[in-house]
């Protein structure tokens, strides 16, 4: 048993010296119409990525760990909020050209980090957009159509296009925590211990509210 034990150390430590890592900020920008004219909004994040070398077989699994907040939008009093997906720092990735990303590690990433003019993303690579009746209460929660935010924003809002890019610019803070107040999560948190106390066939969890945890909303180191 210690021998297994040893030998899975000494392949993860192996593993790890030779994955192959990058870094950089991605900014993403959302364009709107609205009543009063054209807008934007957007969002800065930090991603670390780690690529496992060709070697490792099944083990070549890239990974991504993301620091920033989701995009936020104002849209006449109400907030619009682009959430921070699980496959939010391959979306750059995805966006490139074919022959960009049919490439070495290091070949992709000299692309990757070139890329400071906005690409534009198709639809399908969109984020999950939400808003609240009440951003005093998490469980208000909404899915918003993106080809007809104005069901849930009234007549004359529209979003017209999202881009991506590599940026300089620095990390977005303190945005998301505007729009809904600091003790947000906080509530939200306890909706969810209350809700497991009673099970996990709790109404709760038939929710939207129950899957949208701080992390969609705000990453930390």
Known sequence: MRAYALLFSVMAVLLTGCAKKADWHQKMVLYFDTPDGPITASS????????????????????????????????????????IEEDAGRMIVRALPQDKKEQSFKSSIIWIKKQTEPLE????????????????????????????????????????RVTIQVTEEPLTKGRVVAALNSAFFRDGAAMRKAALSRGSNDKYFEFLAAELTRNKFIREE
């Open 44 to 83: 800065v994040i930090r991603v670390d990525f780690t690529g496992a070398m060709a070697w490792a077989g099944d083990l070549n699994h890239d990974h991504t760990d993301l620091i920033g907040e989701a995009v936020v939008a104002d849209l006449g009093g109400r907030y619009l909020f682009a959430l």
């Open 121 to 160: 993303l198709p639809m399908s690579l969109w984020p999950r957009m939400v808003t609240f009746k009440d951003v005093k209460n998490p469980t208000t929660v909404e899915l918003v159509d993106p080809a007809n935010i104005a069901a849930a924003f009234n007549d004359g809002f529209s979003l017209s």
